[in-house]
């Protein structure tokens, strides 16, 4: 990461395309595992890195999420403060986003100064608009420490499944939304939002202290979303770009409108957090002193606020972050999440933005993915089931494999699936048999037979024009690989770059590259490897957003000299000529290692291999029940269709008997 360089901060350029990138900022509360990294993380600094290669001015913000219940809780479940917590988990995820090569132009946090006055600038102006509402709702109340309890403060038994030790807003063993308190109307502080709990706590207790809460009226904010659904539905039609969207992405906002845009509360009773302000007419100090904003409602506002620390660094009244985020005809957003995080970023943010009055830079494109899940389960850090981001180094494998590998399985369009023994595939077919194989068989015949130096392959004229087909077929890849990375299909992206490298190896197979070939016909030999370095040299570019590892060593063996991430261009059109003759190259070394077949198992086992068939087995005994249930429940629907019909068919035949017995008596046929 670069966020600790001291040189000047980047700002838009007016003429250019100015491009600000944003990824889900993570919980600073747990490690991320590798299908957080993928969902998010990863794939916006592919993007970046192909936004810079292609000259674009470009910012690339992230930082830790930090404040909420979950970060209240989680401390309370280590034994320290919030605060301590989170800079622990905030370095975990440094450390983490760095061993990855992940490049952010700032990494930070939002427990700031800078993120408090952004934040409560944007309610005031929501609130002086008249897009904030007051309710008073029940909530549980602790009297042994005088406070109001957020519903992850309150544990009891499920009133579903009858599990102890269920939360107050959900039950782990059923997966059932609860209320802390058995309901006695629709007056919950989260009335009006999209989910409603199906269940609630028997005999509640406060997880701070074991008291039973009391059940008493409190006031809580809510934003006004059906207030601005006819702005934000405008928006969508007309200014956001949203048909280019991811599909889930455009699937899960469409269903929001669809349903009805509700309130939705943006205040909560916790300590950890950015505070109401209560000097605006009608916010009493007596109703909000001890209250804070809802994670997300401030959650998103972190990106400005990170911003505002990288451009304005220490300056409380700088203003460079406008430049940014106040600047929509200059600058374009693009944001990657994972689909839970869909609305927040495509609803709630932007209808916050609309309803300031104020003119934001609005996200252009929504980057969303599915799930990647883990070997036929699920990731679980409490089990130890599956790769989180501080194991992956563990296996001793590059970081760049493991960059290639979840890129090549990102979960763009449904659920893909984490398998040991496809990421062993993969290193040892789709890189070293192809993009290895191909480097390496063309610098080390340079250096072997050619004095290390770069031929003269202009002298061969072509006359049979067989070597500009691969060419025109090269450039033909590459308008698509641009194409995809534009429109972020990231898998799109990556595979046509195994297939301009597939060109390579056909060009020296075709041409047969041998020590035969440079004596019949030196010229035509010369033209050959001249054509595949200067081939490495544009996958090296190609290759900088997905593997930059892999890029400068490419680099290094075809003899560009320099260091820093300005030698990586993506050009509009190969010309296949950037690499000069009689430069001298460097020396040849494997871009990839065979992985032995073995390891898969290996691993499956070291990462929770026990633990994931236990998950496997309860998964299919509830798969058998669910089945079982519903053949009982067809045989039991089965049986009262029969029942129902057996007293109608002796009715009727009663009816036969009865008409056959009045019949006047036949004479015999004559």
């Known amino acids: 990461m670069s966020d600790s360089a001291p040189s000047p901060s980047l700002l838009p350029e007016p003429g250019k395309q100015n491009v600000l990138i944003t990824s889900a900022l993570p919980y600073a509360n747990n490690v991320p595992h590798l299908g957080n990294i993928i969902g998010s993380v990863l794939s916006a600094d592919v993007f970046a890195r192909f936004c810079r290669a292609r000259g674009f001015p470009t910012l690339y913000i992230c930082g830790t999420d930090e404040y909420g219940t979950a970060t209240e809780t989680q401390a309370l479940a280590e034994g320290v403060d919030p605060a301590t917590l989170c800079n622990k988990y905030n370095a975990i995820h440094r450390d983490i986003y760095s061993w990855f090569k992940i490049d952010f132009d700032h990494f930070g946090r939002t427990p700031t100064p800078q993120h408090t006055e952004i934040v409560q600038d944007m309610f005031t102006r929501l609130f002086e608009n008249g897009f904030i509402e007051q309710r008073e709702t029940e909530q549980a109340y602790c009297p042994t420490h005088s406070s109001f309890l957020a519903d992850r403060f309150v544990e009891g038994e499920c009133s579903l499944c009858h599990a102890a030790g269920a939360r107050g807003d959900q039950c782990d063993a059923c997966g ?20 409603k709990a199906t269940g609630w706590l028997i005999n509640p207790r406060c997880k701070l202290d074991g008291t039973k809460p009391e059940r008493r009226k409190t006031k809580h904010l809510y934003l006004r979303l059906d207030a601005l659904q006819s702005e934000i539905k405008t928006w969508l039609e007309n200014a956001s770009n949203s048909k280019e969207w991811s599909a ?15 309130p939705r509360s943006i205040t909560r009773d916790l ?49 460079n972050w406008e430049k940014w985020w106040k600047n929509p005809e200059n600058v374009s957003l693009y ?46 850090k409490s089990k130890q089931v599956g790769v989180f981001g501080n194991s992956a ?28 023994r496809e990421f062993v595939d993969a290193n040892n077919n789709d890189l070293l048999k192809n993009l290895g194989n191909l480097c390496n068989r063309v610098v080390k015949f340079c250096h072997a037979k050619l004095n290390a130096v770069v031929p003269d392959y202009r002298a061969y004229k072509d006359p049979d024009n067989s070597l500009n087909q691969y060419k025109e077929e090269v450039n033909s890849l590459l308008q698509t690989y641009i194409a995809n990375l534009t429109a972020t299909k990231l898998r799109a992206g990556l595979s046509t770059i195994l297939s301009i490298s597939a060109v390579g190896n056909k060009l020296l197979q075709d041409n047969k590259l041998s020590n035969q070939l440079l004596t019949e016909d030196p010229d035509r030999c010369g033209a050959v490897v001249g054509l595949a370095l200067n081939l490495l040299h544009l996958l090296s570019g190609l290759l900088f957003p997905y593997m930059p590892g892999t890029a400068e060593s490419i680099l290094a063996q075809i003899g560009v000299q ?6 990586f261009n993506i050009p509009d059109t190969w010309t296949a000529d950037v690499i000069p003759p009689n430069q001298a190259i460097g020396e040849p070394k494997l871009l990839f290692s065979a992985i032995p077949v073995e390891k898969a198992d ?11 068939r236990k998950q496997k087995a309860i998964e299919l005994e509830k798969a058998a029940a669910k089945k079982a249930a519903k ?17 109608s068919e002796q009715l009727q035949n009663l009816s036969i008997t009865d008409t056959a017995g009045n019949q006047p008596d036949q004479k015999p046929s004559e």
């Open 176 to 195: 059932n939304l609860l209320d802390p308190l058995e309901p006695v109307e629709d007056t919950k502080a989260e009335s009006g939002e999209e989910k």
């Open 248 to 262: 889930n992405a455009i699937a899960i906002t469409q269903s929001w409108i669809n349903d009805g845009l509700k």
């Open 271 to 319: 300590k950890w957090g950015v505070p109401v302000p209560t000097n605006l007419p009608g916010l009493s100090g007596e109703d909000y002193n001890n209250k804070v904003f809802y994670v997300w409602f401030d959650a998103c506002i972190g990106y400005p606020s990170i911003t505002k620390c990288y451009t304005d660094r220490d300056d409380p009244s700088g203003k």
């Open 335 to 380: 944001q990657f999440m994972g689909k839970d995080n869909v609305p927040f970023h495509s609803i709630i943010f932007p209808g916050s933005q609309l309803g300031t009055r104020e003119k934001w830079t609005q996200v252009t494109k929504l980057s969303t993915t599915e799930y990647l899940n883990y070997e036929g389960g699920k990731f679980s």
């Open 393 to 420: 180094k563990d296996t001793g494998v590059d970081v760049d494999v493991w960059r290639y590998y979840l890129l090549s399985r990102r979960p763009e369009t449904s659920d893909s699936e984490f398998s040991w």
């Open 562 to 567: 320099g260091s820093g991430n300005e030698r």
């Open 602 to 612: 290996e691993w499956r086992e070291a990462f929770g291999g026990e633990e994931l």
């Open 631 to 647: 053949e009982k429940e067809k045989e039991k629907k089965r049986l009262k269709k029969l029942a129902q019909k057996a007293p």
